[in-house]
């Protein structure tokens, strides 16, 4: 069995937990263990309940992934816009060839049609996962809106309806 639960160690609980220290900490730096210290805490009415920080901790980190997904969409909404550019752009192929691997090029004014077909899925795919990452206005609850408006169009109609009906 351990040492008895002094005053002393009263005492050190009830400093360190003012001084925001956390359980195990507060454990380490009196030498007990935890459970003797949230024995000691429960006597002294103190509790070392997180749940706040917690809360606000997680509150901060999803608007700082917010941030980043906001920031990672507009970074992959302006790759779609380079690649869409380079569907028109002059272009240089180049390739070894021949028995001496002699380096040749050919100049285009665009890219071959095979080419073009990849810059189209490559710039489709960069604007799919930007609207995923960040929905465009309206994108998000379109059908809810609908829906109450057509309510709303219903109801009036009904009222109009009903105004006409009582000799109007």
Known sequence: ?????????????????AAGKARNEIAREIGRSPSTVSKIARDLDVTFDRAGEVAVATEVRRADLASRRTTLAL????????LRAQLWEPCTYGEFAG????????????PRFADQRQIITATATA???????????GGEGVEQVKS????????LTHAADDEGADGG
Not at 127 to 137: D, M, V
């Open 148 to 155: 109450m408006l057509g309510a709303l169009g219903e109801a």
């Open 1 to 17: 069995m351990g040492r008895p639960i002094d005053d002393h160690d009263r005492e050190q609980v009830r400093r360190l937990h």
């Open 75 to 82: 970074t992959l909404q302006e790759d779609a816009e380079k």
């Open 127 to 137: 604007i799919q996962q930007s609207l995923k990452l960040a929905p465009a206005e």
């Open 99 to 110: 028995k001496e691997g002699d380096w040749h090029e050919t100049h285009l004014d665009r």
